[in-house]
């Protein structure tokens, strides 16, 4: 314990001596040498500049709830990466925070997609470098991607509405290798969320929300071309399309809610999934739809029927499918308040105590 508390200590200490503090607000008025103080603020564009040009690893930017920051340009700092121990920090803080640089302390910052700062980035995308981390900042954009992640990034806290006019192709990030995506949320009627492409490895989604993502060509809360990734814990609400795998393998889905989807689990070249303890309702079309013969996927404790979901398996679990019907219950889950983004479980529900859970000696 000693070790690890003066091996943190040592961290902070390093911190402090490489990093850089820099002040972001929709009025700021500080030029590209600024971003010092809350006096003299980056303002949108110059931020952006820093970003492009200046920024290094640990720097840390804090973003102040004051308003719109709107982007009139494209920002890509993918050659200029934070580092595993130095990332680049981007942290969304509450408007009524006075005080500067070191003295913001975690109580600062806004933790509350209500309150978080507003990028507007129009159709202008962001481009990060390797190792980056933002937390509590809210996106809208119409760009094909508006935040292309290098490797090892993460976004936490954070609020995602993409607000193309049309169709598909067009996702709120494009997620690569090592990439996670942890308590956000994500709407987007007429386009889609996530995009893990094909060089992704390692990604993972956990503990989000995915709304309303309905455009009949777009509408995916998850695009899978490649595998490796962990889905966990996050809830996926009227989509068109939940999750679709397209020549996935060793995905992880786990400890989901699918609710009102018209398909929760779309496989065309899938093999080699892992689908544990997911609850499926109301799916109007498919819970999970195959195109094609599909091989070594593991279906296990997962709940739903053909009653309350139009078509609960489809294909999945007829053909070259591994699943443990035994372990599938069916029924009403009881959600609390769906309409509210509320899916825990009355008394009652016949998904408590049912999943499966870890082996132990």
């Known amino acids: 314990m000693k070790k ?7 961290f902070i200490i390093i911190l402090s001596t490489f990093a850089k503090i820099r002040h972001v607000k929709a009025t700021g008025t500080g030029d590209r040498n600024g971003g010092t103080t809350w006096i003299n603020a980056f303002s949108p564009d110059t931020f952006g500049y820093y970003l492009n040009n200046l920024v290094d690893s640990g720097d840390v930017f804090y973003v102040k709830d004051s308003g719109t920051l709107t982007l009139t340009a494209s920002i890509d700092f993918s050659a200029r990466d934070g580092g595993a121990s130095l990332p680049i920090f981007i942290i969304g803080v509450k408007d009524t925070v006075t005080h500067d640089s070191e003295a913001i302390v975690f109580t600062d910052w806004s933790k509350d997609t209500t309150n978080n700062p507003f990028f507007d980035c129009g159709s202008y995308s962001w481009t990060l470098g390797d190792y980056t981390r933002i937390f509590n900042c809210n996106f809208q954009g119409d760009a094909t991607n508006v935040i292309i992640f290098g490797t090892n990034c993460l976004v936490e806290q954070c609020k995602f509405d993409q607000d193309y006019g049309s169709s598909a192709g067009r996702y709120s990030i494009r997620l690569v290798g090592g990439g996670q995506c942890i308590n956000s949320y994500f709407i987007s009627t007429n386009c889609s969320g996530i995009n893990p492409y094909s060089s992704a490895s390692g990604w993972g989604v956990i503990n989000c929300i995915f709304k309303n993502m309905k455009n009949a060509t777009g509408g995916i809360a998850i695009y899978i071309s490649t595998g490796g990734g962990l889905i ?17 393998a060793g995905t992880r889905i786990i400890n989901n809610t699918f609710y009102d989807n018209t398909t ?12 544990i303890n997911n609850i499926l309702d109301s799916t109007k079309t498919d819970g999970f739809k195959a195109t094609g013969l599909r091989e070594s996927n593991f279906l296990m404790a997962n709940h739903g029927d053909n009653t309350r979901n139009n078509d ?10 591994w699943s443990i019907d035994n372990y599938i219950t069916s029924g009403n889950p009881l959600f609390t308040n769906p309409s509210n983004y ?20």
């Open 4 to 10: 690890l508390i003066f091996l943190f200590f040592l």
């Open 232 to 248: 966990f814990n996050s809830i996926f609400d009227s989509c068109r399309i939940a999750i679709e795998l397209v020549a996935s």
């Open 342 to 361: 509320d899916f825990t479980l009355q008394n009652g529900s016949p998904c408590l105590n049912t999943g499966k859970d870890a082996p132990t000696q």
């Open 264 to 275: 929760s689990i779309d496989g065309t070249s899938t093999f080699h999934n892992i689908v």
């Open 312 to 321: 609960m398996f489809d294909t999945w679990s007829e053909i070259n499918i």
